[in-house]
């Protein structure tokens, strides 16, 4: 099609003489659509008005509206025109911005012109675009373009954007113009179309017939062969039969590679339930060869020790998704018998005599207070300094017998760090489990107001959050880091030291201590020091002058009690029952001992190791990308413990698999995993087994549902996890990837957080969680935080949306999305 619309100014420019490549001035859509017309596609006619060419407050230094109105008349004429933002940022590989800032159809007239085109310059600073992240969308041009009278409209992908999968298109298509599609109005046609054949997904309108389909594809994949292969996103019209192309930008959120199915083999024996609350996204091979292994055994070891009725805990690593199980007695999976032969067994069966036996000399000889004080006698500053030693090594003055050899220790640092963890967990679950019970069966209180007792007592928690505060306090007391951070949005973390001495020292210590951290439980999981715009931004956020914890109320019932009261309320409750009195100040007191056990341990037993294990890997993996062995050095965890040092010691060449691993993890990322596989039976009626036998079994069976049970709510209803009410915007968090999106006052939503996700909370005016129980991390730092929260609600990170105004009821288990959202 000939474009013979002249470039009337600077300001106004045709799309068919504008330069693709000058997006700083013409945005992204119109250097798409410049770049449509360029490739010979057939594009409606139309002008773009450069970005400052017209300010939305018309100050002196911008052309008068009137002026920029004439001119695209001059060029286009009355209309209809489609009217529609190009920002400098949008419709980029960085970010689509789809659907949040304005566009305008059908407009006609110089006055109606006008209006549209301040309506799409104000639309950068609209609340949604704010909560979208407007402001990284960069200076505003306007598109306009005569409006194609469309008898069918719609948008199609040279590759799935849900799956990632490339080897497909998929066409959606309505009667009409495509603005019914992108706004939701109603739901499309859908087709995919793969190798030539088309499917149908939905089709309610009949808007296109297959060969049009085919067409749509078509000329779909003739666009991302245009733009070099990037797979587009395209909007496009039929108009009088003829097929026209109203945009192309690239699909965002895809994978870097083409996804492939892996092979799902479930072991034949058993019911295995998968760990999503634990794990979010597809474990590493790496992890899977050593980290989940290792807590298999020292899980069976300590359930084993302290008399557990079962043969063990496993793990299985299923299409890249950890599933577990608990193995019965004798390790055969069936209906477990009826109470009196259960017990009768206990009595005559040697290996389950055994366990009995095992379980009554544990609390014989206080085993659980044993480990206890001997993790804060001893086993800690173990930990501690250990950890503190391999910190200080510098990774790059390594040999590499010497880096190898570093990474062999690591390997061991985590599998004692996984015996001591659970050797402490057991005593920390049984004195939860026993208050727990007490408040549920003597006090008659709910569980959610019984986990109350317990808050403020695990104050390692919270520590990481407190220095980060303490460490912004020292930011803006520096004139000279607060001006870099007032002034330079994309300050450097270098920029920061380099500007205040005594910041420089304070950042050091706070690296030392926190920077190694894990955020998750693989070795993928980036380190809490990797995140520089995560650590910058909440320096931003814990802004001594800025910052105001909000009020956080039960509705209706005033400030919430804090644990003191609550325990003062128990102990007016029982003033005339000296026996159970006794009995609550005893399983308090034990709690108080041990509830701090969780947090602390973890800390030092898992998520150092893994995070100094996960920089050693990294530091091996630099050094393949420079044998040309790897291609980038993060690829390291798509190997195994034993390939990765084979790569490293022989020279062993791994990339094919790692590609295939990495292929298979785009494509396990982006489905649901299968909830479980085997049979489930209900668990054995324990009425009649020994009595410190039952009780830890059944505070195992309390607890695994109370922590890593499937999800209870339809997204806005979950488990109520800490009390309280909290208005704010939402932000969706999915991984430590998004950890800089946080701004203070925000609703975090999530689909799950590990315990090195403290440093958000103090931020946070509420969390909201897909995943996770009453007793999971998530849960307790949150208690430990004051934050309301709700979690377990299946589809949270689903259904809400960023910039959404939601009020958090933490008491109820409740999400309230504003009628303003």
């Known amino acids: 099609m000939t474009h013979d619309v002249k470039a009337t100014t600077d300001i106004v420019i045709d799309l068919s003489l504008a330069d693709p490549a000058d997006v700083a001035r013409i945005g992204g859509k119109a250097a798409g659509l410049a770049e449509l017309i360029r490739g010979g596609f057939d594009v409606p006619r139309g002008v773009v008005i450069a970005a400052g060419g017209v300010d939305a ?100 992908f040279a ?103 892996p092979t799902i083999d479930p072991p034949e024996d058993g019911f295995w339930s998968v760990d999503g609350g634990h794990y979010p996204r597809p474990v590493s091979p790496m992890a899977a060869s050593f980290y989940h292994p290792g807590i298999a055994r020292h899980a069976s070891a300590a359930f084993g020790e302290f008399g557990a009725l079962v043969e063990g805990i496993e793990v299985a690593i299923i299409g890249w ?70 910190t200080a090594v510098d990774l790059e003055s390594l040999t590499e017998t010497d880096l190898v050899r570093r990474f062999r220790q690591l390997i061991d640092l985590n599998e004692r760090g996984q015996d001591v963890h659970f050797k402490l967990f057991v005593p920390y679950m049984l004195a939860v489990y026993d208050l727990m019970k007490f408040g549920s069966e003597v006090l008659g209180w709910p569980e959610a107001k019984t986990v109350q007792l317990m808050a403020g007592l695990s104050e390692w928690s919270t520590e990481p959050a407190r220095r980060l505060e303490n460490l912004s306090a020292l930011a803006y007391a520096s004139p000279a880091v607060v001006k870099l951070l007032d002034a330079n949005e994309h300050v450097t973390i270098r920029e920061l030291r380099n500007a205040d001495a005594g910041f420089d020292t304070a950042l050091e210590e706070y690296m030392r201590l926190f920077g190694a951290r894990a955020t998750g439980y693989d070795v993928a999981d980036p380190t809490i020091g990797e995140n520089s715009d ?80 996960r920089l050693t890997a990294l530091e091996m993996g630099r050094r393949l990308v420079a044998r040309d062995l790897l291609d980038e050095d993060a690829h390291i965890v798509y190997l195994d413990v034993d390939e990765a040092i084979r790569s490293i010691e022989v020279g062993e060449d791994h990339r094919k698999q790692v590609l295939q691993r990495r292929r298979e993890h785009a494509w396990v990322e982006r489905h649901t995993p299968v909830p479980s596989f085997g049979t489930e039976y209900p668990p054995p009626d324990l009425g009649k087994v020994p009595r410190d036998t ?115 009821d933490g008491t109820s288990g409740q999400i309230e999305i504003s009628p303003d959202s």
């Not at 594809?217 to 026209?244: C, K, N, V």
């Not at 480990?371 to 950890?387: N, P």
């Not at 005339?576 to 509830?595: H, N, S």
């Open 57 to 156: 407050r018309f100050d002196e230094n911008s052309a008068t509206l009137d002026s920029v109105v004439d001119r695209v008349v001059e060029a286009l004429g009355n209309g209809p025109f489609a009217v529609r933002s190009s920002a400098v940022g949008e419709d980029s590989l960085d970010g689509s911005f789809a659907g949040i800032f304005e566009t305008v159809l059908g407009v006609t007239g110089r006055a109606d012109l006008s209006d549209a085109i301040v309506a799409c310059l104000s639309s950068r600073d609209s609340v949604r675009a704010t909560a979208y992240g407007g402001g990284e969308a960069g200076p505003m041009a306007v598109v306009v373009q005569e409006l194609v009278d469309a008898d069918t409209a719609g948008v199609a």
């Open 694 to 808: 039952r009780r830890l079994m059944l505070a195992l069976l309390w607890y695994i549902e109370r922590d890593i049970a499937a999800p209870v709510g339809d997204g806005l209803t979950g488990t109520p996890a800490s009390p309280g009410s909290y208005t704010g915007p939402v932000r969706i968090v999915r991984s430590e990837a998004d950890f800089a999106k946080l701004q203070a006052g925000d609703v975090l939503v999530a689909p799950i957080t590990t315990p090195a996700w403290t440093v958000l909370f103090a931020a946070a005016g509420a969390l909201v969680t897909d995943t996770g129980g009453l007793l999971s991390h998530a849960a307790v730092v949150a208690r430990e935080h004051g934050l309301p929260a709700v979690v377990a609600t299946g589809s949270a990170t689903a259904l809400l949306e960023d910039g959404q105004l939601i009020t958090v």
């Open 159 to 261: 590759a799935d954007p849900v799956t990632g999968e490339r080897d497909r298109t998929i066409v959606s298509a309505v009667r009409g113009l495509g603005e019914r599609l992108v706004s939701g109005d109603v739901t499309p046609d859908e087709w995919e179309v793969k190798n030539g054949v088309v499917s149908v997904r939905t089709e309610g309108e009949r808007a296109l017939t297959e060969d049009q389909v085919l067409e749509v594809a078509d000329l779909t994949d003739r666009i991302t062969s245009h733009f070099r292969e990037i797979p587009q996103d395209i909007e496009w019209a039929y108009a009088g039969g003829q097929l026209r192309s109203l945009q192309s930008r690239p699909i965002t959120g895809l994978p870097d590679v083409d996804p492939l199915e």
């Open 534 to 613: 995560a650590l910058i931004q909440n320096l931003r956020n814990l802004r001594p002058d800025r910052v105001s914890t909000p009020k956080r109320r039960q509705p209706g019932r005033g400030e919430l009690p804090n644990r003191g009261e609550l325990a003062a309320e128990a102990r007016t409750l029982l003033a005339d029952r000296t026996d159970e009195l006794a009995q609550f100040d005893a399983l308090l007191e034990t709690v108080v001992a041990v509830y701090a056990l969780r947090e602390d341990n973890v800390f030092f037993t898992d998520n150092l190791p893994v995070g100094l294990t």
């Open 321 to 390: 998704r950890p599933y577990v199980r608990v193995v019965p007695p004798m390790g055969k999976n069936g209906p477990p018998p009826p109470a009196w032969l259960l017990g009768l067994l206990t009595r005559l069966v040697p290996p389950l005599r055994k366990k009995v036996a095992r379980g009554r000399r544990a609390v014989e000889e206080s085993l659980g207070d044993r480990y206890a004080e001997k993790w804060w006698a001893e086993w800690r500053d173990q930990f501690r300094d250990e950890i503190a030693d391999l």
